[in-house]
């Protein structure tokens, strides 16, 4: 994943936005991070990779998956949570 991707798809907040803000606000809990356009707060699949970032010494070391199958797989874990409730 390149820093212009989108982290948050639900809100389409880039990674390099959320590195940015958590740079500039060191948050202190990954709740913090809906602050950043609301990083988060949709349908929750990024919210375990936007706390890699924020537990990482060098956010912008942190690999991430491709845009593809990270798409992919959050369609995936989308149809699922569908299908819990
Ligand atoms: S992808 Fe971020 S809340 Fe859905």
């Known amino acids: 994943m390149d820093d212009d991707d989108e982290l948050c798809l639900c809100f389409h907040v880039t990674k390099r936005k959320v590195i940015q803000f958590i740079r500039v606000n060191r948050p202190k809990v990954a709740s913090q991070l809906s602050e950043c356009y609301g990083a988060g707060t949709g ?43």
């Not at 706390?51 to 149809?79: G, I, Q």
């Open 43 to 85: 349908c929750g699949w990024c919210r375990p990779f936007l706390k890699r970032l924020m537990e990482e010494e060098d956010p912008a070391s942190v690999e991430l998956p491709s845009p593809e199958t990270y798409a992919l797989d959050r369609s995936e874990y989308r149809r699922r949570s569908d299908l819990d409730s």
